[in-house]
């Protein structure tokens, strides 16, 4: 059944994802609904079997990824930018970070640009240059470089890259939850593996935050198997691919100054910079050209989604007077109440002599959180696919594991006409998890259980 509704969704699609009308609209509620009701089945289901091993949760899941890998993105054209700007490094030489598209001439009648599903958004990426960081540039190039100018190719390969990172994961999950004393990893395991959030926006649609979420478990596993003086590198790595994963990087080298010694802290710190000076010597040269300007307004502009727009159109809402210093005020108040929590959430970190690996992972997931939900004004459903993988290996006990499982079933919505809606998106995405977190309670997940039993060493 599950695997039908994905391929009905992937037909209806397919084939011409920006001439979206009202019966498109409804048929994608239907979609959406339909896919939550089946995954939390699921796991009731799997909730009242006998433990399962990785096999029986996985190889079902394995139709639903292959559909959603077929799946032409519908929902966003991001994977198509990824294509578009590897494709004008690997073939036309051009930095990204102090270019942008429309500066190659006759650049739009170039097959692998001019793509009619780019009309979504009226191709916009033509006039901006590259927001994210070096890794992925340099990604985007090898495999506009392999894709050798098809378009079709191309876009696949980008979708194979997110496969990898997903079976990365789940390989990931099942290790580190069975060394948490996790009595049942299965349950676990399904929660990502099944995830409509994570096959739709993230294998369907293709966006790169599967790829930061895997590099931040696997920084977590090195920890885990004491090779900890790798763990800042892969974290620069992720950095270099989406930036928001940088203030984590100083918790990871206290927790290895405490573990395995200062040596160890500063020889990696050490990779790290040497990480960063090998990924970024391709664009650095032309430092002085970046176009830090366009760059900067790109990362914090202001999405429906976002904390911030909820309460500044509410505000707008009960009194229309308000104007742009209030909408200041808020960005403030948001950002310095974040500010604080984080604060005190390190205080607490540091001031353990020995903190445990269960520590990282919460101070980690606190800050990330307060990044992505509360203190940006530029919130995406598809962000969560950064923090879900790492917050399913916190104890059972803690809030922030239930509130993300929620989180990532709530926003399966943002798949409908609601992501256009600033108060309405935001009250049935992330306001209804939020509300759910505290008043159904941390171990419900719609009348079954949402934690994982078990003791955590």
Known sequence: MTALVYAANAFHYGWSPHTKNTVDDILAWLTALSLIALYVWGYRFLQRSPRKSVANVLLPAVPLVIVSFLTIPYDSTDVFL??????????YGM????????????IENDPMIAKHWMNANKNPWLDLPF??????????RFLAWLGGGNWWL????????NVIAYASICALLWTMARYFDDSRPDRTLYLFAWSPLVLQHHIANAHNDLIVGCLLLFAVKLLLDSRGIWAPAVLLVATLVKYITLPIIPVFIWYIGKREGRYHAVLSIMIAMAMLSILSAPFIGDVSGFRFDLIASQIGKTTAGSLYSFVYYVCRFVAPGWNDAFGLMVRLLLWSGSAAIVGWKLFEFCRKAKPELQDVISVSTWILFLIVFVASSQFYSWYIGM???????LRSEEWMRSLMILLSTTHVFSLTSLSRKGIGYFVVTSGA??????????TTFISGDLSVSGNRR
Not at 433 to 442: N, P
């Open 131 to 140: 927001v994210y960081g070096f890794a992925f540039a340099l990604m985007a």
């Open 95 to 106: 930095n990204p970070y102090s270019q942008v598209l429309r500066s190659i001439p006759g």
């Open 154 to 161: 191309t876009v696949g390969l980008f979708k194979i890259i």
């Open 82 to 91: 990824y294509s578009d700007m590897g494709w004008a490094q690997a073939h």
């Open 433 to 442: 998890a939020l509300w759910a977190s505290r008043h159904v309670g941390r």
């Open 387 to 393: 923090l879900f993988p790492l917050t399913l290996v």
